[in-house]
């Protein structure tokens, strides 16, 4: 399975940007995906996952209530829709597909990994 992380760029603080994650074939459809960022200096972090139907999702209290996760299983695609950005989001923004279908905030529990793609806030 490959996953690409696409849609970063530059935001200003309290914008908006979705990133999506597109998977190279449909295994994903029965795996939880996770997003995960990495500052620099800093080690990767949980950001939220999503179930391997949408049906459940969580996410870091750094960003609940501004980050929405979806994803759409016929277009193998999974999405971060982050809106009232902070410069403190600025990072290296991953998507990885879980070994379970519900996922974890755990690290350890993904096993494969899409090149990321970097989000900069600053005005």
């Known amino acids: 399975v490959q996953l690409q992380a696409s849609g970063g760029g530059l935001a200003q603080p309290g914008g908006s940007l979705r990133l999506s994650c597109a998977a190279s074939?449909?295994?994903?459809?029965?795996?939880?995906v996770g997003w995960f960022r990495q500052a620099p200096g800093k080690e990767r972090e949980f950001v939220g996952h999503?179930?391997?139907?949408?049906?459940?999702?969580s996410y870091a209290d750094s960003v609940k209530g501004r980050f929405t996760i979806s994803r759409d299983n016929a277009k193998n695609t999974v999405y971060l829709q982050m809106n009232s950005l902070k410069p403190e989001d600025t990072a290296v923004y991953y998507c990885?597909?879980?070994?379970?279908?519900?996922?974890?905030?755990?690290?350890?529990?993904?096993?494969?990994w899409g090149r990321g793609t970097q989000v900069t806030v600053s005005s």
């Open positions: 074939r449909r295994t994903t459809s029965n795996n939880a």
């Open positions: 999503i179930s391997w139907d949408g049906g459940s999702t």
């Open positions: 990885a597909a879980a070994r379970s279908s519900y996922g974890s905030r755990d690290i350890s529990q993904y096993n494969y």
